[in-house]
């Protein structure tokens, strides 16, 4: 329940430009839900750290955000989700599109698959690292 709370303000804070508030709610989200098994919600935050990476620009960053929407994307597969929660569904068709802009059409899908074959505990502290950088 609180894994969930946190996703939710972090998603309400990344809405409203609140990226400080975003990362803390993404990070403690992501470690409740890491420690819960919750692998939809570990998804579901993935994708929010993807979209805040992505959004500083960097060119490490944007990578990592590909790689993160590739693992989140796997997770989903794996349990049989067929795709974001819908009224997350726009959104995250935008960061998406957002990335594979930045990194252009091949580096993403190179990126992508190796975030798709990448390891949840790895995926997991890229994120938490994202998270903590400025």
Do not use: Q
Not at 18 to 30: F, H, I, N, P
Not at 59 to 74: E, K, P, Q
Not at 108 to 119: E, L, N, P, R
């Amino acid at each position: 329940m609180a894994a969930m709370a946190a996703a939710s303000l972090a998603n309400v804070a990344r809405a409203m430009g609140d990226t400080v508030a975003a990362r803390e709610g993404y990070t403690r989200s992501l470690t409740l839900a890491e420690e819960g098994g919750d692998r939809g919600l570990v998804a579901h935050c993935l994708d929010g750290v993807a979209a805040l990476l992505a959004a500083r620009g960097w060119r490490g960053d944007v990578v990592s955000a590909a790689r993160l929407f590739g693992v989140a994307h796997g997770l989903r597969e794996a349990s049989g989700a067929a795709s974001v929660a819908l009224e997350m569904e726009e959104m995250y068709r935008r960061d998406v599109e957002t990335v594979k802009g930045a990194l252009g059409a091949d580096a993403f899908a190179t990126a992508w698959t190796d975030g798709h074959v990448m390891g949840v505990t790895d995926a997991i502290a890229i994120a938490l690292e994202g998270c903590r950088a400025p």
